[in-house]
């Protein structure tokens, strides 16, 4: 802005000169032109400092934890990108797989319907009503399992009374066009009318455009469901009652933190800090300023501070818990004096890029103690994380900058999440699907993709600061092995399954309904990249 107005008042030339920074060193100059000594010519202490004292400054408006940026930017504000608007296409009819030749005509099919629609594809909307009825399959199998329910005649002609009476409670968490809703209880109400009797669904969306659309596709379930326009971590309800917590892409859009490790090997947490250029009042720069429409610039930048957030920390004990590791140190700002302390940090910092590591989670867990008992084994472990500290200093000496290695997007939204809904909802099972590898995604580890899709045109940022916050999708990788973790430390040692799409829909699915001509069948071969979160065993 203020370049722009240097310009129009004839000060400057036209040329490539980058702002902020050239703006700066623009108006220095400028100012310091006014007190250079007029008798001499030549600018004087006095008057450099006098120019400094009057040049713009960068102001910090907010600083915000990088989690909070996510949620204002995706459904917190009133112009978020969820709140107002429905990104996902409400097909009017399933698509004719059967008829298809093939791969290419089922692509083909695809781009002819999303075209010229704002928003993205998902499974459950693409394989209507076959992805939906597939859960409800599953849905039904684990209440039979677990004696909730019942279609054997006993000598009296009723079934167990558990069985008969028991409320069944379904809440889906950010359930779209309520696709998935209408297929389970269409499926249920067709064959299996007597829990169709018991259940109650529960739907709680925080976007407006999404709960019109629930509403209608669900009207004809009358008031069995309920629709709630809402955060899931504003929903208040709890119950006693069995049943399911039902999340399909959800967990991509939940807020996460990001992590990094400096230098020396010490884990920090990022903010988002939001500055504007202050421009001086001096009537010089003033007037140069005058001619441009926007007077004051913001930009957006991230800022690491040692670990201080309450979750983050509860999360990296939680963690470190599950693999034996000590916590002590997380959240001490001594820490980060010591140059020393950065064995049990950069442990740490391994386990949460691999959690799947399951001979060093026995390990740490003493599990497996032949594995403790080997000294070499002890120290290949220290001599490599120590190589780890080395290489890192060394990056940063050589680089300045940060290794794609050294961050780490941290799924405390979805740790909070699953803590929130277990303890209002004890009895309830979780069924979540997500993508676990997203292409095109910042660097880092379970770094996000920010994208825009309006029509057959989708539009791809480098990071979630380079567009309006609100105006864009940003959604992560979900990785089930820490998911897992999660579940597993929040409910006392119970273990939940993750398991390929494609493994639980060949269970469940009729998918010889979305079998093409040639054989081809996207229910099973297409979104290779996603996995079903089953805290019931699917078997």
Known sequence: GIIYGMIRAGQIALGSIPAPRAARIECERLLRRKYTSTASGKTTPAGVRAAKAAAPKWETVRSTLLRDFIAESLYARTESYFTESAPVHDLEAPLPFRSMWGFWAYRNHLYQVFKDVDGFMTPV???????????????????????????????????????????????????????????????????????????????VDVSKAFVQRQKRNLASHGDKVKILN????????????????????????????????????????????????????????????????????????????????????????????????????????????????????????????????????????????????????????????????????????????????????????????????????PKKDFILSDFDYIPGAMPGINAPLVQRSEGNVTTAYKSYLDTEPGHCDIFYPTNFDSLRIMYYELSGGKIADAVRSKTFLKEFADYKQTRTRTGYNPILQDFINTKFFLSAPYK
């Open 230 to 425: 809402q955060s899931i971590y504003d929903y208040s309800e709890s119950d006693q009652y069995p049943g399911f917590v039902i999340g399909l892409e959800i967990l991509d859009n939940l807020p996460h933190d990001k992590l990094i490790v400096d230098t020396i090997g010490h884990i920090r947490e990022t903010f988002v800090e939001e500055k504007r250029l202050v421009l001086p009042s001096d009537a010089a720069t003033t007037a140069a300023a005058s001619n441009t429409n926007q007077q004051q610039q913001h930009v957006l930048s991230e800022k690491n501070l040692p670990l201080h957030d309450a979750v983050i920390i509860e999360y990296l004990k939680l963690y470190s818990k599950h693999f034996g590791l000590t916590s002590d140190w997380i959240g001490d700002a001594s820490v980060y004096d010591d140059k020393n302390k950065t064995l049990p940090p950069l442990t740490l910092w391994h386990y949460l890029r691999h959690p799947n590591t399951e001979n060093l989670r026995k390990a740490a867990l003493k599990e497996n103690p032949s594995l403790l008992g080997s000294a070499n084994n002890f120290i290949q472990t220290y001599l490599t994380l120590k190589a780890l500290k080395t290489a890192l200093s060394a990056f940063g000496a050589a680089t300045g900058g940060v290794s794609p290695h050294r961050i780490l997007h941290l799924p405390t939204g979805s740790f909070s999440f699953l803590k929130r809904l277990m303890a209002q909802h």
């Open 125 to 203: 909307e693409i394989f209507k009503p076959y992805y939906a009825h597939a859960i409800a399959r599953y849905i039904v199998a684990v209440l039979k399992r677990k004696g909730l329910y019942s279609e054997t005649v006993v000598s009296d002609g009723e079934i167990p009374q558990e069985a008969a009476t028991t409320p069944i409670s379904l809440l889906e968490v950010g359930a779209g066009n309520g696709t998935c809703a209408a297929g389970i209880l269409n499926f249920i109400q067709e064959n299996h009318p007597k829990l169709y009797d018991r259940i109650r669904y529960t739907i």
